[in-house]
């Protein structure tokens, strides 16, 4: 039995380009699977002030599920192994903030 997953849509659009020029526009839409409701761990992110800003809170959690993700779908692939080992504790230390 194939476990069930949130379905996602993400867009990121590039707002402005460094030098403050705004064309050509960018964007992309990715569809994604994510075992975690992100939108929770994205609130208790938030909840737990360890970032200056809301914003960098939601940059955080929304990085950590996208990467944490494939990390774990692709748990074999020799270039995760050095966190296979590290990677647990680092959430360990972060649920229990």
Same mark, same amino acid.
């Given at each position: 039995? =194939?476990?069930?997953? *949130?379905?996602?849509?993400?867009? /990121?659009? /590039? +707002?402005?380009?460094? *030098?403050?020029?705004?064309?050509?526009? @960018?964007?992309?839409?990715?569809? &994604?699977? *994510?075992?975690?409701?992100?939108?929770?761990?994205?609130?208790?992110? +938030?909840? @737990? *002030?360890?970032?200056? #800003?809301?914003?960098?809170?939601?940059?955080?959690? /929304?990085?950590?599920?996208? &990467?944490? =993700?494939? +990390?774990? @779908? #692709?748990?074999?692939?020799?270039? &995760?192994?050095?966190? #296979?080992?590290? &990677?647990?504790?680092?959430?360990?230390?972060?649920?229990?903030?």
């Amino acid at each position: 039995m =194939e476990k069930r997953s *949130n379905k996602y849509y993400l867009t /990121l659009s /590039l +707002k402005e380009y460094s *030098n403050g020029e705004t064309e050509p526009a @960018k964007e992309l839409g990715i569809e &994604f699977d *994510n075992h975690d409701e992100i939108f929770g761990i994205i609130e208790r992110i +938030k909840s @737990k *002030n360890i970032f200056a #800003n809301e914003s960098e809170a939601v940059q955080f959690a /929304l990085g950590l599920k996208l &990467f944490s =993700e494939i +990390k774990l @779908k #692709n748990r074999k692939n020799p270039l &995760f192994e050095e966190l #296979n080992e590290v &990677f647990p504790v680092f959430m360990k230390k972060l649920k229990s903030l």
